[in-house]
């Protein structure tokens, strides 16, 4: 009697789980037979596409490759490498690595029936390691480059893949490790490009134009397209693209970026991609398709240039130079130190934002990242910092291991900035994390001091 009891326990999930991946079957197929995506992009990670025929839990966000012969779907901050059964209609896993953990923000893309992966932030630290997936012995190996870029989209760069080009364009800044004691980062925003046909960084050092933004904080990414990457520009007060072809920005009509802004607010629940210019919608509630078109005459060229190289006069091979070379940094460096202690401290300007902008923000959470953020914001109203044990269990996984309460508290804040990015035009985080007081091996949560009185309970 018990064996047919746990029997039917069993079959009843089985079918509770495929009902579940029958209901998203028609956005499944559609994937599989449409040609020419690109920028796949899922709106709520707590609601996945795909499941796991084994009952593994989602606590990652999944990222959906389209290939050749059918979906690869990768995990974020790890390894793992799943692929879509058509038969079965459940994801099974076809890699036999096991790291985890090391690769959030990391761009994951497909070039040439190969997978790759660029860079990655994990265990407090960026790391710059290009590689590719390995079919024959079903693990990730590394490609050797002459150079490290070391970024993480997110945190410290922002990223855009021309397949047209074969070329994967990162602006970025240097990143100092959070295991160095170091001041606030001061280095320029820089252009890397890594080429797939060299499989190799390109040597030239490119600078961003400081007309366009000295600080990768002044960015946010709206949408990316065939003609390459639209930002928005805080202290420009518009949006912009950067087609990297031509090395040239345009500017966006404002009320094409507003139209853009609502018609993804209209889709919530939705997964989005593009192909060409144009953004298409597939909205899961309404079980529909829908497509945003930029058309080139939202578009007005500047003739101003996205970047321009690093004239490289030193030889490198001269000791005497390189010796001269070291010595001039000292000196700047000592200067620098001097004026910074001399400096006076300045007080913090909070960036104006519009209340329907919040409004917008508040209703794109759900409900458990809308208590994560009203509990910080309650405890930052009293000048208290939110732990990580209190977090855990606002999200109901104080009782899973430690690896798991970090990928999912981790991944929790993560969608939460995201969010906060989109609806706000800014490039600052909403929710901030410091070392704790009383143990510095341990992390404490508090809210971005910018927005602490732009928030208040009520919106809640």
Same mark, same amino acid.
Not at 30 to 34: K, Q, V, W
Not at 107 to 115: E, M
Not at 268 to 274: A, V
Not at 349 to 353: D, G, P, V
């Given at each position: 009697?018990?064996?047919?009891?746990i029997?039917?326990?069993i079959f009843?999930?089985l079918?509770s789980?495929?009902?579940?991946?029958?209901?998203?079957?028609?956005l499944?197929e559609?994937?599989? &037979?449409?040609k020419?995506i690109?920028?796949?992009?899922?709106?709520?990670n707590?609601?996945?596409?795909?499941?796991?025929l084994?009952g593994?839990?989602?606590?990652?966000s999944?990222?959906?490759i389209p290939v050749?012969?059918?979906?690869?779907?990768?995990?974020?901050?790890n390894?793992?490498?799943?692929?879509y059964?058509?038969?079965t209609?459940f994801?099974?896993?076809?890699?036999?690595?096991?790291?985890?953990?090391?690769?959030?923000?990391a761009?994951?893309?497909?070039?040439?029936?190969?997978?790759f992966?660029f860079?990655?932030?994990?265990?407090w630290?960026?790391n710059?390691g290009?590689?590719y997936?390995?079919?024959?012995t079903?693990?990730w190996?590394?490609?050797?480059t002459s150079k490290?870029?070391?970024?993480a989209?997110?945190i410290?760069?922002?990223?855009?893949?021309?397949?047209?080009?074969?070329?994967?364009?990162?602006?970025y =800044?240097?990143? #100092?490790s959070?295991y160095?004691r170091?001041?606030?980062?001061?280095?320029?925003?820089?252009?890397?490009?890594?080429n797939?046909k060299?499989?190799?960084?390109?040597?030239?050092?490119l600078?961003?134009?400081?007309?366009?933004?000295?600080?990768?904080?002044?960015?946010?990414?709206i949408?990316?397209?065939k003609?390459?990457?639209i930002?928005?520009? %805080?202290?420009?007060s518009l949006s912009i693209?950067?087609? @990297?072809?031509? #090395?040239l920005?345009?500017?966006?009509?404002?009320?094409?970026t507003?139209?853009?802004?609502?018609?993804k607010?209209?889709h919530? #629940?939705?997964?989005?991609?593009?192909i060409g210019?144009?953004l298409?919608?597939?909205?899961?509630t309404?079980?529909?398709l829908?497509?945003f078109? @930029?058309e080139?005459?939202?578009?007005?060229?500047?003739?101003?240039p996205?970047?321009?190289?690093v004239?490289? !006069?030193?030889?490198?091979?001269? %000791?005497?130079?390189?010796?001269?070379?070291i010595?001039?940094? *000292?000196?700047?460096n000592?200067?620098v130190v001097? !004026?910074?202690k001399n400096?006076?401290?300045k007080?913090i300007?909070?960036?104006?934002?519009d209340?329907?902008?919040?409004?917008?923000?508040? #209703?794109?959470?759900?409900? *458990?990242?809308?208590?994560?953020v009203k =509990?910080?914001?309650?405890n930052?109203?009293?000048s208290?910092?939110t732990?990580?044990?209190?977090l855990n !269990?606002?999200?109901?996984?104080?009782?899973?291991?430690?690896?798991?309460?970090?990928n999912?508290?981790s991944?929790m804040?993560?969608?939460?900035?995201?969010?906060? !990015?989109l609806?706000s035009?800014? &490039?600052?985080?909403?929710?901030?994390?410091?070392r704790?007081e009383?143990?510095?091996?341990f992390?404490?949560y508090?809210?971005?001091?910018l927005y602490?009185k732009?928030l208040n309970?009520?919106? @809640?």
């Open positions: 009697m018990v064996i047919r009891y029997i039917a326990i009843f999930l079918a789980i495929a009902s579940s991946q029958s209901e998203n079957s028609k499944i559609h994937l599989i &037979n449409e020419g690109q920028h796949i992009q899922l709106s709520n707590e609601n996945p596409i795909f499941r796991f084994d593994e839990d989602v606590i990652e999944q990222e959906i050749k012969d059918g979906i690869t779907v990768l995990l974020s901050g390894s793992k490498v799943y692929q059964n058509r038969t209609n994801l099974e896993r076809i890699d036999q690595t096991r790291y985890h953990g090391h690769n959030f923000g761009t994951n893309l497909q070039y040439n029936d190969t997978l992966s860079g990655g932030y994990g265990f630290q960026m710059g290009v590689r997936y390995n079919k024959n079903s693990e190996d590394i490609i050797k490290i870029v070391t970024f989209n997110g410290n760069a922002i990223s855009f893949f021309s397949e047209v080009q074969a070329k994967l364009y990162v602006l =800044h240097h990143y #100092n959070e160095l170091s001041k606030a980062n001061t280095s320029p925003l820089e252009l890397a490009i890594f797939f060299t499989k190799n960084w390109e040597e030239n050092v600078l961003i134009n400081k007309e366009i933004a000295s600080d990768i904080s002044d960015l946010s990414s949408q990316k397209i003609d390459g990457l930002l928005n520009s %805080k202290k420009k693209l950067l087609n @990297f072809s031509k #090395n920005v345009y500017t966006l009509k404002p009320s094409t507003t139209e853009l802004i609502q018609f607010n209209k919530q #629940n939705n997964l989005n991609y593009t210019n144009t298409y919608i597939f909205d899961r309404l079980d529909s829908f497509t078109k @930029f080139p005459t939202v578009f007005e060229k500047t003739n101003i996205i970047y321009s190289s004239p490289q !006069k030193i030889n490198l091979n001269n %000791k005497y130079l390189i010796g001269l070379l010595l001039l940094i *000292i000196t700047v000592i200067i001097i !004026k910074l400096k006076t401290r007080n300007q909070s960036i104006e934002i209340k329907r902008d919040i409004k917008y923000f508040i #209703n794109s959470l759900d409900e *458990i990242e809308k208590i994560v =509990h910080i914001l309650e930052a109203k009293e208290q910092n732990t990580t044990n209190q !269990k606002l999200m109901g996984t104080d009782k899973k291991e430690f690896k798991v309460q970090n999912i508290r991944e804040i993560l969608n939460i900035n995201k969010k906060f !990015k609806f035009t800014t &490039n600052d985080e909403l929710i901030e994390r410091e704790a009383v143990d510095k091996r992390m404490e508090n809210l971005n001091k602490i732009k309970l009520k919106m @809640f």
